[in-house]
């Protein structure tokens, strides 16, 4: 039966292909020219198409019933009709006639095909929503359709690319924990492994929701002022995590080899708690499988919010913390500024030997600390250009435990953000932020959340994990 059946499908993706095939004659029979071969490409992409969706339909009609009544889970279906829906597969898209079923009582219908090859619900099949969705996590719904025309056998529109990812954006919101813990268990860690790195920082995006406008008030009177004080849309703060492994640092070079980063992002939230929450599962389900003697080191940027996040959360106690150094110099640029003034040479030489000290000496945070407070007592400064120094002495108070460069460098320990500086641009503002984009904070999670898998090399582990799970409901499927 079995060959039958297997020599039934052969002969009607044969048939279909000779079909194509006999109908493009002219084109088989003509000289070789590079018009012409464009032209032969295309009339073996239909064939292939043809045979494809052929050989499919043939497959799938082993499966349909042609039983009055069936039983599904303990409930009694009765049949009520044929009913016909197109179905997009790697090969393009495919007319199937199905066969419905329903409960004497009333109630949801049961479609016996459409659960025997998992599609119950859906339009795309997992291979095309797979491609779709990684397009669009890259690329706007109209691109990723030009894209999938030009070099796939299946062209869904935009509409339906918008489509999977809100669909998927809402199974992922409902099952990303699960999929999540499941992934870190298998991912592999090197064992090269010397540093954790966790850090945190956030990015404007444009939310379609009323909120305050940015930059300075018009003051002169002008049609519309009464109602200036809301704009039909603001600015928020999406967030975004990462976790980085690193090795030692190689000969010749100044910073350790960074062997992989894992990020989490969310869209604007007050204070962030979902953002938080999924980080610190994150480094928690990380943590475990890490070596004791690797070190854990939190290093962030200057924002007063995150760092009272940290200190006050006491999962964080054990963390090396840093302040990222980059950021660090812009506030010792602009303390060079306001003791020297902008463009002085003596300020750059200034600044120039106070970052030396900062990432080469122990306690160098100190001696910038010193040399603050004798130009503080000793120059005579503008009211602005005091108030500049006073600000950035604070900075440096306030965060010079947060600064030991020299000690960080002399273990080979990272003293700079920069992977999560790189996914607020990468994961975030390349996809979010292009000109005219506003977004509703679910529209927008939804693209962020794909993205992430994509930056966090997840994407295919992910899609495992969604096959997993979507099939355990198919009783059918027993592989």
């Not at 064992?191 to 930059?215: F, H, I, Q, Y």
């Not at 894992?262 to 610190?280: G, H, I, Q, W």
């Not at 003293?415 to 607020?424: K, Y």
Request: proline residues 4%.
């Amino acid at each position: 039966m079995s060959s039958q059946k297997s020599s039934a499908i052969m002969d009607a993706i044969v048939s279909k292909v000779k079909t194509v095939l006999s109908e493009a004659r002219d084109v088989l029979a003509s000289e070789v020219t590079p018009r012409q071969a464009e032209r032969m490409n295309e009339v073996l992409g239909e064939a292939m198409s043809a045979g494809w969706t052929e050989g499919l339909r043939t497959w799938l009609a082993t499966a349909e019933t042609d039983a009055e009544t069936i039983d599904v889970n303990g409930l009694t279906y009765r049949y009520k009709l044929d009913s016909e829906k197109e179905f997009l597969t790697p090969g393009g898209m495919v007319k199937l006639v199905r066969r419905i079923y329903q409960p004497d009582a009333g109630g949801k219908c049961y479609i016996p095909l459409d659960a025997a090859w998992g599609m119950e619900g859906e339009f795309a099949t997992v291979e095309v929503r797979d491609a779709t969705l990684y397009a669009v996590a890259l690329g706007t719904p109209k691109e990723a359709e030009t894209l999938l025309s030009k070099c796939a056998l299946f062209q869904p529109s935009a509409t339906a690319i918008k489509r999977m990812a809100k669909q998927m954006g809402q199974w992922l919101e409902e099952h990303e924990d699960e999929v999540l813990s499941e992934i870190r268990k298998e991912e592999p860690i090197r064992e090269e492994t010397r540093v954790l790195c966790a850090s945190m920082d956030g990015v404007n995006v444009l939310l379609s929701e009323p909120g305050k406008k940015k930059g300075r008030p018009n003051e002169r009177p002008h049609e519309g002022a009464s109602r200036e004080s809301l704009s039909p849309t603001c600015y928020k703060n999406a967030m975004v995590g990462s976790v980085s492994f690193y090795g030692d640092v190689a000969e010749g070079k100044n910073s350790p080899e960074r062997f992989a980063s894992r990020y989490v992002s969310r869209m604007p939230e007050d204070r962030a708690p979902t953002l938080k929450a999924k980080f610190e599962q994150e480094l928690q389900e990380t943590e475990s499988r890490l070596n004791d003697d690797v070190a854990r080191i939190m290093l962030c940027d200057r924002a007063t919010g995150l760092w009272t996040y940290i200190d006050g959360n006491p999962r964080y106690d054990e963390y090396e913390k840093l302040v990222d150094y980059h950021h660090t110099t812009e506030n010792l640029s602009r303390a060079a500024e306001a003791i020297f003034g902008k463009g002085s040479q003596k300020a750059q030489h200034w600044y120039d030997k106070y970052c030396s000290k900062l990432k080469g000496e122990d306690g160098g945070v100190t001696r910038v600390l010193r040399s603050l407070n004798y130009y503080a007592s000793t120059a005579r400064l503008s009211k602005s250009r005091r108030a500049s120094l006073d600000t950035e002495h604070t900075f440096f108070t306030r965060n010079g435990h947060r600064m030991d460069y020299a000690r960080f460098r002399h273990n080979g320990w990272p003293i700079g953000s920069g992977p999560v500086e790189a996914a607020c641009k990468s994961v975030v503002k390349t996809r979010l932020c292009r000109s005219g984009m506003r977004w509703s904070r679910s529209g927008g999670q939804h693209i962020l959340s794909l993205r992430t898998y994509v930056k966090s090399n997840r994407w295919d582990a992910m899609w495992y994990q969604y096959k997993r799970i979507e099939w355990s409901r198919s009783p059918s499927d027993t592989t």
